[in-house]
C-alpha cells in the first residue's frame, strides 16, 4: 500500500449536480495530482497542487476545481456534473518540486446517471 | 496534445514466458519514463522507471530498455507468471514528480 488514501471509494451521482473527492497525501509528501481515469484508458492528467497553490492543470473545463490544505490533503471537486463524467478519480501524491516518483491511491469510482 | 502510444493493448502469454510492452513518445523533453501496474479496482502501482541517461534499468523480472533516438521504451517480464496478469501502463513526463502523460495501457494475461 501506498499510504495514500482517497474517499469515497464509490460515488453515484445525478447528471447537473456537484460532488467533491478527497485524498489524504502520504506522509512527507506536499504535492498532490489529480488524474481521471476512464474505463480501458490511462489516467489523464486533471491538476497538481504543491504547497496549497495550483502549479499545473492539464485540458479540463474551469468546473473542475482543487484545493490543498495546511496538512496537505486536498480536494477535487467538479461541478454541474456531465455523463462523461463517470470515471475513476485518481489521486497521486509526491515529495516537494524535487525529482521524486508520484504514488497513486486507490481512487474513487464516479457514476453519473 | 503531448501522446505516449502504448502497444499492444492486449498480450496473452504463456506461465514462464516474456513478455513484451511497447510505448513510444513525440516529446523530446520528457526526461522520466515510469511503468505502472494496475489491477482491476485499484490505483497504478509504481514498478520501474526509466531516466534517458541510461538504455537499460533492470529490477527483478522487470526490464525497461530505452532507444533515445528513437523516442521508444518497452518493459520486457521475464517469467511471467499469472499473478502478473493486469493491465500496465507506461507513462512520461519532464521529472519524477510532475504531470504523467500515460499511455492507453496493455491488458496482460498470464495463462498458468
Known amino acids: 500500500e501506498t499510504g495514500v488514501t482517497q474517499s469515497p471509494t464509490h460515488l453515484i451521482k445525478t447528471r447537473g449536480q456537484q460532488v467533491t473527492l478527497r485524498c489524504s497525501s502520504q506522509?512527507?509528501?506536499?504535492?498532490v495530482s489529480w488524474y481521471q481515469q476512464a474505463l480501458g484508458q490511462g489516467p489523464q492528467f486533471i491538476f497538481q497542487?504543491?504547497?496549497?497553490?495550483?502549479?499545473g492543470r492539464g485540458n479540463f473545463p474551469p468546473r473542475f476545481s482543487g484545493l490543498q490544505f495546511p496538512n496537505y490533503s486536498s480536494e477535487l471537486n467538479v461541478n454541474a456534473l456531465e455523463l462523461d463524467d463517470s470515471a475513476l478519480y485518481l489521486c497521486?501524491?509526491?515529495?516537494?518540486?524535487?525529482?521524486?516518483?508520484?504514488?497513486f491511491g486507490q481512487g474513487t469510482r464516479l457514476t453519473v446517471v | 496534445q503531448q501522446q505516449v502510444k502504448q502497444s499492444p493493448q492486449s498480450l496473452i502469454v504463456q506461465k514462464g514466458g516474456i513478455s513484451i510492452i511497447n510505448c513510444a513518445y513525440e516529446?523530446?523533453?520528457?526526461?522520466?519514463f515510469p511503468w505502472y501496474q494496475q489491477f482491476p479496482g485499484k490505483g497504478p502501482a509504481l514498478l520501474i522507471a526509466?531516466?534517458?541517461?541510461?538504455s537499460e534499468k533492470k529490477e527483478g523480472r522487470f526490464t525497461i530498455s530505452f532507444n533515445k533516438s528513437a523516442k521508444q521504451f518497452s518493459l520486457h517480464i521475464m517469467d511471467s507468471q499469472p499473478g502478473d496478469s493486469a493491465t500496465y501502463f507506461c507513462?512520461?513526463?519532464?521529472?519524477?514528480?510532475?504531470?504523467?502523460?500515460f499511455g492507453g495501457g496493455t491488458r496482460l494475461m498470464v495463462k498458468p
Open positions: 497521486a501524491s509526491s515529495k516537494g518540486q524535487g525529482d521524486t516518483e508520484a504514488f
Open positions: 506522509s512527507g509528501h506536499n504535492t
Open positions: 497542487y504543491y504547497r496549497e497553490e495550483e502549479n
Open positions: 516529446n523530446t523533453a520528457f526526461d522520466y
Open positions: 526509466i531516466r534517458p541517461d541510461v
Open positions: 507513462a512520461a513526463s519532464s521529472r519524477a514528480g510532475n504531470m504523467l502523460t
